[in-house]
Structures are given as C-alpha cells and as structure tokens.
C-alpha cells in the first residue's frame, strides 16, 4: 500500500497581499504527476485545503479540478478539515463523492470516519479526524472532563472502539485496544497490543488528524504562517498516537516527524518568508511486510522561489538591471528586501517594481552613528516629563535620520498646541465625573506619553535598548498594499491567517 501525504494547501491564500493561484495551480498540476509516478493508492489531504472558511470562486474551482484529476486516476483519496476550513462547507456534497472514492470528514459529529482498503498484506484502516478543539466533542461526552485539546483528541481516539461497534468483533477488539493504549504512554507495546488484537496480524492502522502535536522535550518546527498560538491548550502529546502504524498530520507548515511513524507533510509551498529555508514537497508512504510505514519526501514544482535580498537601493536596482539584461528569471522571485540605506529614499517599491515585479515586502534597516541618538527612544522615567513635541522630535529623528527642521518643529508645536487646547476645553466643559475616570490633566499627558512610545515600539524599533556597540541598528517594516489587492474576491476584507 502506497499513500501520498499532503497537508496546508491553503488554497486562495494570499502572501503579503499576493495571490498564490498559480503557484498552487503549478504544484497541484505537479502532484498529479507525481501520482502518474508513483502510482499511490491513495492521497490524503490532511487539513487546510482552503486558506478561509469561505474560499473564493477561484479556489473552489482549483480544488475541483484538482479532484477530478485524482479521480479519472482512481485514486482514493482522504480528506479532512483543518482549522483554517468550513467543516460544513467543505463536506458538502460528500455522500456523493463517496462513490468516486473521496472521502471528505469535514464536522466531528461523535464518530470518526473509516474507510478500510487492502493489499496483500492485509487491511489498512484509515481513521479521518477533523480539526477539533474541545467545544467540538464535549456533547459527545458529556461524562467526561475535557479541558484541553489533549483531552478531546484522547476522548474521540477511545470511542472508536463504540463507532466500531457494528462492524464485527475482530475489529471491536482491535478498537478497545486503542482504547487501552490511548491511555498508555509506551509506544512498542501499543503497538504489539494492537497487532496482536487485530483481525491478522497484519491489520494496519492510519489516523488523518490536523493538530497541534508537540512531544515533550523537544521543539517543533514552527512557521509564521501557521495560526499564532497562545498557550498550551491546543497541544496534542504525540504519545497519543502510539497505538496507530501511520499518523498523517496536518497543521504545522513546515515537513516533520515527532515519533516514528508520525509526521507532518507541511505546507507543498513556503506560505512565508519565516520558510525558505524548508524543504517542501509531499510525503510518500510505503508499508513494508511488517507494517512499519518508510516514509520520503517528493519535491512539487514551484512557479516562484521565495527568498530574501539586502542592499542600498542603488545597489538592488543595479544588480536587477543586470538581471534583466540577462534574462534571468529569478528576478521574478518572491522577494523580501531589506534596505540598508542611510538616509530615507524615495518611492523605493515601485523603482524596485521595475526590475523584481514580485517583490512582497520591504524592510528597512538604517544604520546611525551612536551619536545620532541614544539607543532608547525613552527613558520610562523620562515618559511623564516629556511633552509630546519632543517624543515626536525624537521619534522623527528615529525614522528618518534627520532632526526636525525649525519649519517643522514650528508646525509640531502648532499641532500640539492646537490639541491640548481643544483638551483643555472639552475638560472645562466636562463634569466632575471625566475628573473622576481619568485623573487629572497632568496624569493624562502622561497617558499620552505612554500610548505614543508603545506604539512606536510597535513599529518595530528592534535591539537591545543598552547597546554599547558604536552603531545601532533598527528596522522598521512597511507592508505596501496594491488597492486592488485590498478586498478578497466575496468582498470582505482579508484578515490574518
Ligand atoms: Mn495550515
């Protein structure tokens, strides 16, 4: 038996306001491919096929076309939601892709989805697990205490045994062995057990799952594409998987294994610049005569290379001129350039445009003598006593390099005067309460102070605030948005990921 493991298509995503239609268009045309190679019997998508939980048009139809190519291959193919799917919307229409050998687990609704398919060596029972969190399975079982995530997957990989029921006693048993090892740590002898409880030895068992599984003592590998996460919650111990041959895992973008056996596929493409340095592609599984899964990795194609640059910007404009010249297409590359620039320049996005069409993003890093200014922009004692002209003349000269000139420091003051005025008189006419909620007007100031230095720290003046090197270094980064980039194709604005 041969799978192919994928995971996080997020079709329809866009990458620093770029669509990856064609990217994705490439490498799914590529994973057809793959399977004319390869032969698989079947593809699993693990989770995040689409981007959003209502996909575009454009990516509804990706995904359908992509699907009637593995089918007019006759190939099985296994699907489930991830947390960036509709569970609902994805599963429509499943019952009828039933018959064409695509199985899509889109909501958990109590019992996970089976499907059974064998070779010579036996069965292979796939178990598809949709995205859960705990508010997901907790009406399911309402005798239990789910707290975590942890909690909910343990909870649904024991009922398997109680979904299994129907379908003879052999398997019955395999499942209340699940049962016994889900609450067992120790890997070979979860296995054992399941083997040996199986209908013949040979039983082999696949758990679909799109998960945050983290094992102890070690550190995933993480991307900046991938949901932030806060806390602990959402981790899965990877020990919970002991009792299965082969743990398909979608989720975390970049490929890995946490335990033998159990792997995630990542993402087919780097989602971010957090992951050239990944190696993509898509897993290919292979059972050997004792059930224990080989796994490799399979490059697909990419239209585009994701990688990053650093210069002035005369530099970068030169060295794109030469490409040019030559023809040579990594200009075309996904770039992320850091300028390195003294002083500010002028409209460096669409001059670098000319030479790189696909540049997604600009950083800006410029190098000041340290008698430019001192490392920190405040002093947290300084905070209260500083009036707010002088934190925007610091903050100026932080920016640009420059100190404000008289004009422009006469236009700040105006500014700031204007706008205590406009205080003093809104706090005049006020009753006693406004004295009441936010304190007196000197204390107010000092909000301001605060609210203004927090959000130039935002603004990712970056670096040890004591430095004693003789230059500092800061960067500050400016996403440049294409207005027609600004709404998604169903009109809502496009959100994080
Ligand atoms: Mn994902």
């Given at each position: 038996m041969k799978l192919i493991h994928l995971a996080d298509?997020?079709?329809?995503k866009r990458v620093h306001e770029v669509s990856m239609m064609e990217d994705q268009r490439v490498m799914l045309d590529s994973v057809i491919d793959l399977c004319r190679r390869e032969q698989p019997d079947v593809v699993i998508i693990?989770?995040?096929?689409?981007?959003?939980?209502?996909?575009s048009v454009e990516a509804i139809n990706l995904f359908e076309s992509f699907l009637l190519a593995l089918s007019a291959l006759d190939k099985t193919v296994l699907i489930i939601a991830g947390n960036h799917d509709s569970g609902e919307r994805l599963s429509f229409g499943d019952v009828f892709f039933k018959k064409e050998g695509i199985h899509i687990a889109?909501?958990?609704?109590g019992a996970l989805d089976e499907v059974v398919l064998s070779d010579e060596h036996g069965d292979v029972v796939f178990y598809l697990l949709p995205f859960i969190r705990p508010m997901h399975v907790r009406r399911f079982f309402p005798e239990e205490e789910i707290l975590s995530t942890e909690d909910a997957v343990r909870c649904v990989l024991r009922s398997v045994g109680k979904s299994a029921s129907t379908s003879g006693d052999a398997v019955c048993e395999v499942d209340a062995s699940i049962k016994e090892v889900a609450r067992s740590t120790n890997e070979g002898a979860g296995r054992r057990v399941l083997h040996s409880a199986g209908?013949?030895?040979?039983t082999r068992h696949v758990l679909i799952a799109h998960q945050f599984v983290t094992r102890s003592g070690s550190a995933v590998i993480r991307s900046d594409s991938e949901t932030l996460q806060v806390g602990t919650t959402d981790q899965v111990d990877?020990?919970?998987?002991?009792?299965?041959?082969y743990v398909a895992l979608g989720h975390l973008h970049g490929a890995q294994?946490?335990?033998?056996?159990?792997w995630y596929a990542g993402s087919?493409?780097?989602?971010?610049?957090?992951?050239?340095g990944q190696k993509k592609g898509a897993l290919v599984v292979e059972f050997g005569s004792d059930g224990s899964p080989i796994v490799r990795q399979e490059p697909l194609a990419s239209l585009h290379t994701m990688r990053r640059a650093r210069g002035t910007l005369d530099d970068l404009l030169c060295a794109g001129k030469t490409l040019e010249r030559s023809n040579d297409?990594?200009?075309e590359d996904y770039l992320e350039m850091t300028l390195t620039d003294r002083g500010p320049v002028a409209d460096p996005m669409n001059r670098l445009k000319v030479y790189?069409?696909?540049?997604m993003r600009l950083v800006f890093e410029r190098v000041h003598e340290e008698?430019?200014?001192?490392?920190?922009?405040?002093d947290s004692d300084d905070l209260g006593k500083l009036d707010p002209a002088a934190l925007f003349a610091r903050f100026f000269e932080l920016q640009t390099g420059r100190p404000l000139s008289e004009l422009e420091h006469n236009i700040v003051a105006d500014a700031v005067k204007s706008a205590s005025d406009a205080y003093d008189v809104n706090a005049d006419s006020a009753s006693v309460s406004l004295e009441n909620d936010i304190g007196s007007s000197d204390e107010v100031n000092g909000d301001t102070a605060v609210t203004f230095a927090e959000s130039v720290s935002d603004n990712s003046i970056?670096?040890?605030?004591?430095?004693?090197?003789s230059t500092h270094q800061r960067e500050s980064e400016q996403t440049f948005r294409d207005p027609s980039y600004e709404l998604s194709d169903d009109g809502t604005p496009e959100g994080g990921t």
């Open positions: 298509l997020h079709l329809g693990a989770g995040d096929v689409y981007d959003k939980p209502i996909p889109g909501v958990f609704d209908k013949s030895s040979s990877v020990s919970l998987f002991s009792a299965f041959d294994s946490l335990a033998e056996g159990v087919p493409l780097a989602y971010s610049f957090s992951e050239i297409p990594s200009r790189y069409p696909n540049v008698t430019d200014h001192k490392d920190a922009l405040v970056s670096g040890n605030a004591n430095t004693s090197s």
